[in-house]
């Protein structure tokens, strides 16, 4: 009967999530679809590709032609690049250029026909390229993981749940990341952990960015039955390569706190200060990195802080089926509940496909 609620449970968070999803792409609008063109990689060997860039990141140009559909080529293997694309250049310093591609007088160059002038760059420090008019599809970068675990010994049932996707236009960021995790057992209460952010960033010179966030969050162990959260802020990207990126923001936020049994919400203000990385690697087999460590001071109430680390490890196994093992901590020096803890912990592994 325990398993059963939770599956009922769960199933109710993946139709939360999936409306999360949907309002991702309610929020970005439609986007018309991309030129297409004649576009041209060139190799050092004088061997020649015909097709049409989609996008380069984390160090790899896809490339559609007629003969192969869309591959994945290295990027430190192009030697010349030519598109009649509008594309959108970025550069490891945060500069960005807007235009087709001539080819370059010479190799390892990318020159950009921008509006207000032609650039040539040097192409390791082109890390980020794209059509500016693909698809709202062709723009969405997402994954879907999903575990499951049972102990027969105390009957203990756990399944876990995560979902990102992020839109990326010419100087904006959208991204909806989501994890839930229901504990089932025999001797316990069923334990709930669930959170789901959606942020918006404005990409400025200078690896700068502004933004609003807003997150809803519920932890059983920590006495929380909701915190809903919104606010805005900015900060800067101290380093982006195609290997890495490194960043840190701080913002204001307005907080709504319910307790399990108490009929008033409890408001205040919050400045969450936050520091990410993420490290990828497309060598086979892929690796990517990645993690957040947030210190969350309490304005309103003076002495509580809060703090959320989260460590992410995905390991691929085939095309875009990856395995995920995951570590979180959650504390909070004055929790909500009178009788809950200060820290929940924990571990999560499990299987997900990107797309």
Do not use: C
């Not at 040097?122 to 698809?135: A, F, K, Q, S, Y």
């Not at 706190?257 to 990410?276: H, I, K, W, Y």
């Amino acid at each position: 009967m325990q398993r059963f609620s939770s599956i009922i449970r769960f199933s109710s968070i993946i139709l939360w999530v999936r409306s999360g999803a949907l309002a991702l792409g309610l929020v970005v609008g439609l986007f018309g679809s991309a030129l297409a063109g004649t576009d041209v990689v060139l190799f050092p060997n004088g061997d020649r590709l015909t097709g049409e860039v989609k996008r380069l990141e984390r160090g790899k140009l896809f490339f559609d032609t007629d003969a192969t559909g869309v591959i994945g080529i290295e990027w430190e293997d192009v030697a010349y690049l030519s598109s009649n694309q509008n594309l959108q250049v970025e550069l490891q310093d945060g500069r960005r250029f807007l235009g087709p591609l001539i080819r370059a007088e010479s190799q390892g160059s990318l020159r950009v026909q921008d509006s207000r002038e032609t650039v040539d760059v040097d192409m390791v420090d082109v890390i980020w390229l794209t059509p500016i008019e693909p698809t709202l599809a062709s723009r969405i970068d997402a994954d879907v993981r999903l575990g499951y675990s049972y102990a027969q010994a105390s009957d203990t049932v756990q399944t876990n749940l995560g979902f990102n996707a992020a839109y990326r236009t010419e100087d904006r960021i959208f991204s909806l990341t989501s994890a839930a995790t229901t504990t089932d057992s025999q001797n316990n209460d069923t334990s709930t952990r669930f959170n789901a952010n959606l942020e918006y960033r404005h990409l400025w010179p200078e690896r700068w960015f502004t933004g609003a966030l807003g997150f809803v969050e519920r932890n059983d162990e920590l006495g929380l039955d909701r915190r809903t959260s919104a606010g805005f802020g900015g900060g800067r990207f101290l380093s982006q390569t195609n290997s890495r990126v490194l960043a840190w923001y701080a913002g204001l936020v307005y907080s709504q706190e319910r307790v399990a049994g108490r009929a008033d919400n409890e408001d205040s203000v919050e400045l969450p200060l936050t520091f990410e990385f993420d490290w990828f690697r497309y060598d086979s087999p892929q690796l990517d990195l990645s993690g957040t460590f947030q210190v969350i001071p309490n304005l309103s109430e003076t002495g509580r802080v809060r703090s959320n680390l989260d460590v992410a490890l995905k390991w691929e196994l085939i095309a875009d089926l990856f395995w995920e093992f995951t570590f979180y901590d959650r504390y909070d020096s004055d929790p909500p509940a009178a009788d809950a803890e200060n820290n929940d912990y924990g571990v999560v592994l499990s299987l997900g496909y990107s797309f």
